[in-house]
């Protein structure tokens, strides 16, 4: 059974890729690594499955399959991993319940330091880095400017937001983007692996596999049907979101409120500047909700009263 926060590090197979994860394999290996590298593509494309991958290829080659693009569920190695205790890689996520701060930042910098117990390459994973907060960025671009010799710095760039214009250029930027075709396999084979129940049409919408996954699973636990009432599926995820502070029944909400504004446009039963006007009313109270902690029966109440009334 998945659980609700879907961790990369632990997807023992790459699905999809193949391409992308041969050219960084062959950076590392040929010693061509670049000192500070940005992966950018939509939330769950599967840019940090890919990184998890990477690891795994250059530090426990003895369990990775490079043939099937798979690695074992129980070793050393991923032990420490998952549990962010291996010396030579230091991992943030900037997706965790509570926002990147500054002292995260300054932690990575004290870390740095100190010299890896192995002496080989050193891999800074920022992950989610568009999550981070300005100050953690300008603290972080002072570090990624003068990398110590076998420092690496990776950053995973969802483009939730836009990034300090010189981290772009201190970057050897590499855009992942998926063919329809080749998410829609994907997906099927993450279903057939994983024996899924599947509870959203993925044909139908763009939506990435890691997000899928996510969704499929918040909509198994929570009973949450896209067909049936917007705004009792709303007041459920807002709910959750505020017991749990859990970033992924944000993520859900934004994409049943796609969803949901999308098939009124469908519909044709609003022009669509009404749709546009109605959409970013209900985008801004979200995040209204989480930058300032809004009680949310007061942000559900105002939504409802915008869209119920027109």
């Known amino acids: 059974m998945l659980s609700l926060n879907f961790n990369p590090k632990k997807t023992t197979r790459l699905f999809g890729l193949e391409n992308e994860f041969n050219f960084l394999k062959k950076m590392i290996s040929s010693d061509k690594f670049p000192k500070t590298l940005m992966l950018t593509g939509n939330r769950g494309v599967g840019k940090s499955t890919m990184i998890s991958h990477l690891m795994h290829y250059y530090f426990d080659k003895k369990t990775y399959n490079e043939n099937e693009n798979t690695f074992v569920n129980e070793s050393f190695f991923l032990n420490q991993f998952i549990e962010n205790l291996f010396p030579n890689i230091l991992y943030l996520n900037g997706s965790d319940y509570r926002n990147v701060r500054i002292d995260d930042i300054r932690k990575i910098i004290n ?26 960025l300008n603290a972080l671009l002072k570090i990624i400017e003068e990398p110590l010799s076998n420092n690496y710095f990776i950053l995973i760039n969802s483009k939730t937001k836009p990034l300090i214009e010189t981290i772009y250029s201190r970057s050897l930027e590499i855009k992942i983007l998926l063919s329809n075709e080749i ?36 909509f ?15 007041e459920k995820l807002l709910n959750l979101y505020k017991k749990t502070k859990n970033k992924n029944f944000i993520n859900t909400i934004l994409f049943i ?3 949901y504004f999308y098939n009124l446009h469908e519909k044709k039963i609003y022009n669509i500047e009404k749709i546009i006007e109605n959409k970013s009313f209900v985008i801004n109270n979200i995040n209204n909700f989480i930058t300032y902690n809004l009680n949310q029966n007061s942000v559900i109440n105002a939504i409802n009263n915008k869209l119920l009334n027109e």
């Open 111 to 136: 870390d740095l330091n100190k010299s890896p117990i192995k002496k080989d390459k050193r891999f800074i994973i920022l992950d989610d880095i568009d999550s981070f907060n300005i100050n953690s």
């Open 183 to 218: 998410r829609v396999k994907i997906i099927e084979s993450l279903i057939k692996k994983n024996n899924l129940e599947v509870l959203i049409d993925f044909n139908s919408c763009s939506i990435t596999p890691g997000n899928f996954l996510s969704f499929n699973k918040i």
């Open 220 to 234: 198994e636990e929570n009973k949450i049907n896209l067909n049936e009432d917007y705004h009792k599926n709303l």
């Open 257 to 259: 409120t796609e969803n």
